[in-house]
């Protein structure tokens, strides 16, 4: 028997191939927000599993809108490379059946020389084990993939294979993390990322895109968490639409994102909420860091 692994997984893959879906199947924690909107995922987002003998370290690059005009896309640009760069293995995630452009625009962006796992996920969506074979044909052309593994985050099939691979393909090292730790990343964190999943579900279209969230302080007072926690948006009609009627809206982003945190944490919060007009905040680097984009 081989020694024990560790090592970083970047999961890297154009919007919508189901890579929010696969990491919550695969950490079995809900961690990242799983919306179909691309920009949902800010941060990086660590998952980690650890067995007997092996601990995989998941980071999540966030889908990235093409346009880095403004500061906040740069630095996302710059992590979502970062994620994919300096990593032991790069997770590619595809979807069965068709290889597009956006997926060959992401390949492309992963230097030649690391290791890529290329997962094809949703074949729960083929009637056929045959009609597979083609599509990774297709697949293995694209590149000298380490592996190629067919799976789907929906019913968890042939998961325990993509584990059995990645973890083949980390370096001998002991572990990093405390055995139960799930994420490098604390509860304040969370918080941020509830709201801003919450935001996201419930505004959808209608919420600007300059929308950020930051906790302003994070007590344990007992069992209870006091969260401050304020909404920035960059002008007076984005906070009408935010506040909603009679204050509406921010009552339900609040309760929900709540709720969430409550079951995540095990215990009471309070959700103290704000929305402040900062006008032209996502050009504003000093702000950018104070939200840990630095
Ligand atoms: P991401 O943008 O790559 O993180 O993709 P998401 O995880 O948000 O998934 C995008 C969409 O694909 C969602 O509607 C998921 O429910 C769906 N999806 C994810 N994995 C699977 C799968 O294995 N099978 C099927 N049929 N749908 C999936």
Redesign the pocket.
């Known amino acids: 028997m081989s020694g024990f692994r560790c090592g970083t997984i970047g999961i890297a893959?154009r919007?919508?191939?189901?890579?929010?879906?696969?990491l919550n199947r695969l950490v079995g924690q809900k961690l990242s927000s799983?919306?179909?909107r691309?920009q949902t995922t800010r941060h990086l987002i660590t998952g980690i599993i650890t067995t007997d003998d092996a601990q995989l370290i998941f980071v999540d690059s966030p889908?990235l809108p093409e346009n880095t005009k403004n500061a906040l896309h740069r630095v996302l640009g710059r992590r979502s490379n970062e994620a994919v760069r300096d990593t032991d293995v790069v997770m590619l995630?595809m979807e069965v059946g068709r290889v597009l452009a956006g997926d060959r625009a992401v390949l492309a962006r992963i230097p030649e020389d690391r290791t890529v796992v290329a997962v094809i996920?949703?074949v729960?969506?083929i009637a056929h084990s045959g009609d597979l074979l083609p599509h990774l044909e297709k697949v293995s052309k694209l590149r000298a993939f380490h592996a190629i593994v067919p799976v789907?985050?929906?019913?968890g099939r042939n998961l325990p294979e993509l584990l059995r691979v990645l973890r083949e393909a980390l370096p001998e090292a002991p572990a990093q993390y405390p055995v139960d730790q799930l994420t490098d990343r604390d509860e304040r964190f969370f918080a941020a990322e509830a709201l801003r999943e919450k935001l996201f579900r419930t505004l959808g279209a209608e919420l600007p895109y300059r929308c950020e969230v930051v906790i302003d302080s994070f007590k344990e007072d007992g069992a209870l968490r006091r969260i401050e926690a304020s909404i920035l948006v960059e002008r007076d009609s984005q906070k009408g639409i935010v506040v909603g009627r009679d204050g509406a809206m921010l009552k339900k982003i609040g309760t929900e994102a709540r709720r969430d945190l409550e079951k995540l944490f095990g215990g009471k919060v309070y959700l103290g909420l704000w929305v402040k007009v900062r006008s032209g905040w996502s050009d504003d680097e000093q702000i950018l860091r104070r939200l840990g984009y630095g």
Do not use: E, I
């Open positions: 893959g919007p919508n191939t189901g890579k929010s879906s696969l799983v919306s179909a691309a889908g995630v996920n949703k729960d969506r789907s985050a929906r019913t």
